[in-house]
Structures are given as structure tokens and as C-alpha cells.
């Protein structure tokens, strides 16, 4: 079988919940704690906006929120040791992000949070703090809120297809498991 290449890039620009970290019983149990049913709960969102949506105080659930309940994706380790040059671009809390990676150990080149956009996630800020242009990176994330930021950012998007909830359209780029990340940043096109 022969391999389909792409220019290799620079930096692995990450979101986080869903694609790094398995965030669904932190978030579920802030939810729950809120009086939020489950069937309610949805993913991916700006919290701001989705506390607005359910009628919470974010400081409410900002105080539920337990990160220790957040946990890395198999593999996400071992791929990060790996990557090289890195970073976070995510709709998480501008405090709960930070406190998350400082649990985990994890110290991206740069990690923009929803406090750094205006609305949803944008890669255009979380480039310039980089120094890169779109084309040096590739966007990993998990819904369509992140497909559309690459979109948007003119940048190539994989998506973090160990997170069964992911829905790709035929034709993308979909790593199965986070070591194909670095082959995705090498030059192999995941399709
Ligand atoms: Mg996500």
C-alpha cells in the first residue's frame, strides 16, 4: 500500500477535552452536581455559553468541576513525549484549563482557552503566539467546533478518532490512535 504525504508541519496544535484528556465524568458529575440531567449534557461547548443554555451559574459549576476525575487518553503520553513542538487551543474555562494541565504535568509551547477568543475557539491567536503560519500547523480535536476553527484558520485537521463520540465526513483525516499523530506530523495523510 503506498503512503499519501502531505508537507510535514511544525507544531501539533491539540484541543483538550476529547482529544488529549477523557473529561466526560469530570464534566458529567459538575453537570449532575449542578441539577443538570444527563440527557442535557452535551460536549465541546464555551462554558459560558452552555451555562447560559442550562440556566447555571458558571462560578456554580466552576466550584463542581473536579479535575482529578479528568484522565489522558491511552497513548496521549507517549505521543506527546514524541510530538515535539506543541499546544493547546481549547473552549475550556481561562481557570480551569491551566489547573488542568498543571495536574497533568503538561507544559504545551502555548495554551489558549476560552478567556483568549472571542466566542468560540480560534486558532488564528493561539498561530501568532506560536510565530507559525496555518500551513507549519495541524489541528487535532474531536467535534465540529474544531473542524470548523481549522477551517476557518486555513489549517489541516485531524481528527482524534480514539474518542468514539468523533464524527468525521469521508475524505478527512482520522488517527485511530494517537502514535498516528506522528506520523500525521511527518508527512503521512491520514485517509
Ligand atoms: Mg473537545
Known sequence: MSVVTAPAIDVVVFDLDGTL???DRA?????LACGVPLDRITYGHVLAAECDRLGIAVDDYLAAYDPSLVVS????EEMLADVGRWAICSNKHGSA???ELAQLGWTPEVALFADAFVGSKELAPVLHALGITAEQALFVGDTLHDRHAADDAGCRFVWAGWNPR????PGDEVAQEPAQILAAAGGQLLV
Not at 27 to 31: S, T, V
Not at 73 to 76: E, I, N, R
Not at 166 to 169: H, L
Request: hydrophobic fraction near 45%; proline fraction near 16%; avoid cysteine.
Open 21 to 23: 484528556v477523557d473529561s
Open 27 to 31: 464534566l458529567d458529575a459538575a453537570w
Open 73 to 76: 487518553f491511552p497513548g496521549v
Open 97 to 99: 484549563g491551566p489547573a
Open 166 to 169: 468523533v464524527g468525521p465526513t
